[in-house]
């Protein structure tokens, strides 16, 4: 296939661009490089069946460009963290919003057999119900929170009125090898090894017993690659047996958590960290967290139901949560020597 990955120079898309590549598929990287780095697809760059245009999602003009030929789109690209929305949420709605509409506008007009986005588990607001489920969403909390919901509505409008295949992924706390440690918006787990490895003590926020649903990249990879290669007939069949009916004309419009499936409280993922590092450096054993006031915005627990999406995706995480802050230690320990 010819795929076009949006943001594909950040964190998710980086690891989706090699993946696909490798796996034989023409791959067209999109990216303005405001939050993703090249240096994280420099491998890739004279390689075959590999190509970048550095350009942003804001300017319909470059959508329409990067789409042409293409088969399938992965929407990576997005002004993530809940901070940097709360802080600038005008520059969040312009790259969340306005991109993904262009996106979706260029896609409809040349005619893309089907748009997968990164959709998020933000979504779920101040809903308390856990596990979350993808059909009980509740209020969001930030701003970022609110241009992934309406990412979701778009998709749905423009699957009813233009026949656009759409999945949205609601990725749940993602982490892995090229997620960026460095920076005011830098994700708790990057963060943290960062802190852990430099013998400085990571900060918590609140008493350490918010929890989440932390996500290792390689499931990520799985969940879209079922995403692009699952026909729209079996989809459909399969939605039928987890009762839901898709008739066979209906637009193919479905959201699905991605997650691990299970919960780890901020005070675990630092033993986590600390223990799995603590192997390189045994000083790092010593080093105690500090602690400060929960941050706003912030959800209290998450966890997801992945029912949905191994019942009509056969989505079937590979790595545990704790397997994954193995694999993470490892290659940051490598690379931030």
């Known amino acids: 296939m010819k795929i076009l990955i949006t943001g594909g120079a950040g964190f998710i ?3 989706l661009c090699e993946y696909f590549r490798n796996k034989g598929h023409e791959v067209t990287c999109l990216d303005n490089l405001s939050t993703g780095f090249e240096h994280n697809i420099k491998d890739l760059l004279d390689k075959e069946n590999f190509h970048f245009i550095k350009g942003d999602i804001c300017d319909l003009n470059t959508c329409k460009d990067a789409v042409k030929g293409m088969d ?4 990576e690209a997005a002004l993530g963290s809940v901070p940097r929305s709360i802080e ?17 506008v260029a896609s409809r007009d040349e005619g893309i057999k089907r748009f997968i986005y990164a959709a998020s588990s933000s979504t779920y607001g101040d809903n308390k119900e856990l596990p979350k489920i993808e059909h009980n969403i509740g209020r969001p909390l930030s701003p970022y929170a609110i241009t992934k919901f309406v990412n979701e509505l778009y998709a749905n409008v423009f699957a009813d009125l233009y026949g656009l295949e759409t999945i949205g992924l609601r990725y749940f706390n993602v982490f892995g090898q090229r997620q960026d440690p460095n920076g005011a918006y830098a994700a708790v787990i990057p963060l943290w090894v960062k802190e852990l490895i430099n013998h ?5 926020n609140g008493n350490g017993t918010y929890s989440r649903d932390f996500t290792y990249i390689d499931n990520v990879i799985q969940a879209n690659e079922l995403a692009v290669t699952l026909s729209k007939e079996n989809i459909i069949k399969r939605a039928s047996l987890y009762n839901m009916n898709l008739p066979g004309n209906a637009p193919l419009d479905l959201v699905f958590n991605v997650a691990y499936g299970g919960n780890t409280t ?7 960290l600390r223990e799995n590092l603590s192997r390189y450096d045994s000083e790092i054993s010593t080093i ?3 602690f400060r006031e929960n941050r706003k915005g912030d959800i ?3 966890l997801a139901s992945i029912e949905k999406a191994k019942r009509i995706l056969g989505y079937l995480p590979q790595y545990s949560a704790t397997e994954g802050f193995e694999q993470a230690c490892k290659w940051y320990w490598k690379n931030l020597q």
């Open 72 to 75: 399938v789109v992965l929407h």
């Open 13 to 15: 898309g980086s690891n």
């Open 88 to 104: 600038d949420p005008v520059k969040t709605n312009r790259n969340n919003i306005d991109g993904f509409l262009n996106m979706l």
């Open 200 to 204: 400085r003590s990571p900060v918590i």
């Open 266 to 272: 901020l005070l675990n993922l630092f033993k986590c």
């Open 300 to 302: 209290p627990h998450s």
């Open 288 to 290: 105690e967290p500090k």
